[in-house]
């Protein structure tokens, strides 16, 4: 066998990381003939096959695999390396790239956000919403810094993530004084055909409050279901109907949009975590984030 070829060792290791060629070019700016090539050079000189070709698909065999494990710790440290040099202090101000699910309220993610911009060392904040999928496939391949969710990583997404989680919060309920005055007496059960405004099916906590609705044996008048958690709160503003939120911005809410809150639950907890690359969180935003959403969240004990 040839002296290892640390170039090709690294596009084969971005190729396995991200999933496939096409991916792969985008992270490195080459194009996919390229890094075919490359592959195809590595391998010949290690006198073995690393990927089964399955159709346009590639998949590590056992081969593949082993060499995987090595080149990830190998580029994983290089990778930390590059984060702990990049966040030097002093330079240009520190950009930080950060998604946000979309089923994530807004008042939350600025009640994490803005702490970053507190940080000594000036920062810009490139802020990206959308698809929790989408998003961590952006995080693969180093578009986004960390992923704000309500979740954590999803089991069935072929992308390297750890979860960590900033913690949880229980739930209130908020309404206009006009309708306040109608439901926030006897409550929850005053919530019984009561106008509800229900978060999208991608939010986590959707399924919990139906559970609770059942539980309490609650049949709330669905006025409207709601993906995006902006618009939601902006058809709650307009007392279209009463909507659930994170206990931990009730005020925030009650400045910004004029509700009042007409009950809570600690029997619905909303978690939210910070997805990286990272099995150790080290860019300075993060940090600041993690250390504000233990005095603005709820931990829970023995996490």
């Known amino acids: ?22 991916r792969a070019g985008e992270r ?9 090539g490359q592959i195809t050079l590595f391998e010949d000189s290690l006198g073995y096959k690393l990927f089964n070709r399955i159709g346009r698909k590639l998949e590590l065999n056992d081969v593949g695999r082993t060499v995987f494990a090595y080149a990830d710790q190998i580029f994983t440290l290089g990778e930390e390396l590059e984060e702990v040099m990049r966040f030097r202090p002093g ?4 950009q930080f790239r950060v998604g946000v699910a979309d089923a994530v309220p807004k008042t939350i993610a600025y009640l994490l956000l803005e ?5 000594d060392d000036p920062v810009r904040i490139v802020c990206r919403e959308g698809k929790l999928n989408s998003l961590l496939g952006d995080l693969a391949i180093h578009r986004l810094d960390i992923v704000i969710a309500d979740s954590p990583m999803p089991a069935n997404i072929d992308v390297r993530g750890y ?12 309404a206009t004084p006009a309708l306040a005055k109608h439901y926030k007496k006897n409550f929850p059960q005053s919530l019984d055909d009561a106008p509800f405004l229900m978060p999208g099916e991608d939010a986590a906590v959707r399924p919990k409050l139906l559970r609770w609705f059942e539980k309490e ?7 409207g279901e709601f993906d995006d958690g902006a618009l939601l709160n902006a058809f709650g503003e307009a007392g279209t109907g009463i909507f659930a939120a994170p206990s931990a911005v009730t005020m925030q809410l009650k400045q910004q949009l004029g509700v009042v809150q007409i009950g809570q639950t600690e029997q619905i907890t909303e978690q939210f975590y910070a997805i990286s690359v990272e099995r150790r969180l080290t860019h300075p935003a993060v940090l600041a984030i993690q250390s504000a959403a233990r005095e603005s969240l709820i931990i829970p004990k023995g996490k």
């Open 115 to 119: 702490t970053a911009l507190k940080l």
């Open 217 to 223: 044996k609650i049949r709330p008048r669905i006025a």
């Open 28 to 36: 490195l700016h080459l194009t996919a003939q390229t890094i075919s």
């Open 91 to 94: 330079g240009s101000p520190l």
């Open 163 to 174: 979860s960590h989680l900033l913690g949880e919060c229980n739930t209130s309920f908020f």
């Open 1 to 22: 066998m040839a002296a290892l070829n640390y170039k090709h060792l690294h596009y084969f290791w971005v190729v396995a990381k991200t999933g496939g060629i096409a």
